[in-house]
């Protein structure tokens, strides 16, 4: 992703709303020699690399540049010195240095380089990069993506300055038609705050508070808004409405995408779960287990004004179908709407395991409600989920 100071943005009505940076037609033929010389100079120095990619986005507006690069060096791959041993190196070879002060023959310095360094330089100019190998600039790539190409560039470029407007985001709102399941589960998974609706026309809302409504403001926060967006975006049927605050003091300003915008992620699609908690229940509880199928793709449960997708599904043989929420933890003021949230949820068979420390405070929702410590417990689990069952078929 890029940094705040490599976002290219444009005013469509100033002090109202803004659209990100989008690359042109006319712009790939440049993009291309970029990729160019990175694939050339595999082997080469970080530094090097950049610069001559520069060269290569000459034609390319000029604040549009080092966004690129930023972006081709996320794809390509460097290899350095890694932990400390560098630097001791750098220690060693002044310390020799000063014990020798001054050194004013070459030949000296070029002795006391070689005693230090390995392999030796054999250039003086070389000196710098071994001494400073672990410095970004003196990086090495080792390799670059055949099959990375302009388009590539261009739909990575897109996102990345569309993400890079979220950074700053208090409030973004997300209304889809389609895929709603999966949205909820890539804010999850972006460990986001959102909460949601249902609105006309069989649509559903989510709204996500930003760290400035809901907590101390931090830049985590708004990169994971940038990876929800990019999960997002393989989504269909969406629309986004930022709030953006672009300067301490500011009014927000709004932004707006849709799934009609175009914009394209080759991130993986986001993992099954989004905690090691629920990866070891699925893990221990296997596809199925007295006649229970486990089922990830959750069910919405009305939850009055709002919405519940809980995190797993189980569904008996003979029916009987019984949601699981499990409750982790989050900031006070959060834990007690979600437990608001669960309390308004009415009908469906609902499990909801919470941690030891909030059972008493879960006991008065209208579900089961299953205690764990450090993880939810099979001879826990079991008797709860056949209470469910009818006790006709039970017996039977």
Same mark, same amino acid.
Not at 117 to 137: C, F, G, I, S, T
Not at 212 to 234: C, E, I, M, P, W
Not at 283 to 293: A, V
Not at 369 to 375: C, I, K, N, R, Y
């Given at each position: 992703?890029? =940094? ?12 109202? @709303? ?7 037609? &006319? ?5 291309? $020699? %970029? ?16 610069? /001559? ?13 080092? !966004? ?15 932990? @400390? ?14 014990? #020798?002060?001054?050194?004013? &023959? ?11 360094? #390995? ?13 400073? /190998? ?34 700053? /985001? ?6 889809? $038609?389609?895929? +709603? ?30 760290? #400035?409504?809901?907590? $101390?403001?931090?830049? %985590?926060?708004?990169?994971? +808004? ?46 099954? +779960? ?5 990866? =070891?229940?699925?893990?221990? +509880? ?8 486990? !089922? ?6 009305? %939850? ?10 189980? =569904?008996?043989?003979?029916? =009987? ?24 949820? $009415? ?16 006991? @008065? ?7 764990? @410590? ?23």
């Amino acid at each position: 992703m890029l =940094t705040k100071q490599q976002r290219v943005y444009r005013w469509i009505r100033p002090g109202s @709303s803004i659209s990100s940076d989008r690359l042109d037609d &006319e712009d790939l033929p440049y993009l291309a $020699r %970029a990729i160019a010389v990175y694939r050339r100079l595999v082997g080469g120095r970080r530094g090097r690399v950049r610069e /001559a990619a520069r060269g290569a986005l000459g034609g390319i507006q000029p604040d549009r540049v080092e !966004g690129i690069i930023k972006l081709l060096d996320d794809v390509a791959t460097y290899e350095w010195p890694r932990g @400390s041993r560098q630097a001791e190196v750098r220690v060693r070879v002044f310390e020799t240095a000063a014990r #020798n002060h001054p050194v004013l &023959e070459r030949d000296r310095a070029r002795d006391l380089l070689a005693a230090g360094l #390995n392999p030796a330089p054999h250039r003086p100019e070389d000196a710098v990069p071994l001494l400073y /190998a672990d410095y970004p600039e003196f990086h090495r790539m080792s390799a670059f993506p055949l099959d990375y190409a302009a388009g590539d560039l261009r739909a990575d470029y897109d996102l990345a300055q569309a993400q890079a407007l979220l950074y700053d /985001a208090v409030r973004i709102t997300v209304e889809a $038609r389609r895929d +709603f399941r999966h949205i909820v589960q890539y804010a999850r998974l972006s460990r986001l705050l959102h909460r949601g609706e249902r609105v006309r026309g069989g649509a559903y809302r989510l709204v996500f508070d930003g760290p #400035n409504s809901l907590l $101390r403001y931090t830049h %985590a926060y708004g990169v994971d +808004f940038a990876k929800f967006l990019a999960a997002l975006v393989q989504a269909r049927g969406w629309t986004l409405t930022a709030e953006i605050v672009m300067r301490k003091g500011w009014r927000p300003v709004l932004f707006a995408l849709s799934g009609a915008d175009g914009l394209r992620s080759r991130v993986p699609v986001p993992a099954l +779960f989004d905690s090691r908690l629920e990866e =070891t229940f699925a893990r221990k +509880f296997g596809p199925e287990r007295g006649g229970w199928r486990l !089922g990830r793709e959750a069910v919405i449960l009305d %939850a009055g004004e709002a919405l519940v997708v809980p995190d797993f599904v189980f =569904t008996h043989e003979d029916g =009987t179908e019984v949601a699981l929420e499990i409750v982790g933890y989050w900031t006070p003021q959060y834990l007690q709407t979600k437990l608001d949230k669960l309390a308004a949820v $009415r009908g469906p068979n609902l499990i909801v395991a919470v941690r030891k420390a909030m059972a008493v405070a879960a006991g @008065s929702l209208p579900a089961t409600v299953l205690p764990f @410590s450090s993880g939810i417990l099979l001879r826990d689990l079991m008797p709860r989920l056949e209470a469910f069952r009818p006790a006709r078929k039970r017996g039977g």
